[in-house]
């Protein structure tokens, strides 16, 4: 290893020590610092072996941050995860802390009925239910618990 990859590989160290990182970002980020790919590989080896990188830890953090915070439902943030290259029985994992079902329809109706409030409701009921529907899926939550948040919605109105 070169000393400028040796450079590197200390900066993301410290990176990694501050927030969160899984493998695939710390691969970019030695990539796109113009790295060989043979040196990011070996770069984050040492890092996933040292305790920087650790692909659960930076998933149960993800989903808790994107369930709390951004309000995020169990689908989106699935999706974000797998496009990290996270396995899917650390996504399932990470899903289970973070998430707890009673609380994603809470959020999803809760959610819901701020977008409800924005629209015209001079507007027919159908036109209504779509717009709901469309924006808790593009949300993350299932159809399901669209469904339901919508149809308690709507019974209110």
């Known amino acids: 290893m070169n000393s400028e990859c040796a450079i590197l590989r200390n ?19 030695m990539l796109s610092h113009g790295a060989s790919e043979q040196d990011a590989v070996s770069v ?9 990188i650790d692909n659960a830890r930076y998933a149960d953090a993800f989903a808790a ?3 709390r915070f951004a309000k995020w439902g ?29 609380c994603e329809k809470d959020t999803a109706r809760d959610e819901m009925a701020k977008k409800l409030r924005g629209i015209n409701s001079n507007e027919p009921k ?3 239910w779509q ?5 808790g899926v593009a949300r993350g939550y299932s159809v399901e ?13």
């Open 126 to 128: 159908q036109k209504i």
């Open 74 to 102: 169990a689908h989106k943030i699935a999706a974000a995860l797998r496009r990290k290259r996270i396995p899917s029985s650390i996504v399932a994992a990470a899903l289970d802390k973070a998430i707890d079902p009673q």
């Open 131 to 135: 717009k709901l529907m469309r924006f």
């Open 145 to 157: 618990i669209c469904k339901d948040a919508i149809n308690s919605l709507l019974a209110d109105v």
């Open 65 to 67: 941050d994107k369930f």
């Open 44 to 52: 984050v080896q040492y890092l996933v072996a040292n305790g920087f």
């Open 11 to 29: 900066r993301l160290a410290a990176l990694c020590s501050r927030s969160e990182k899984c493998e695939y970002d710390a691969m970019e980020y």
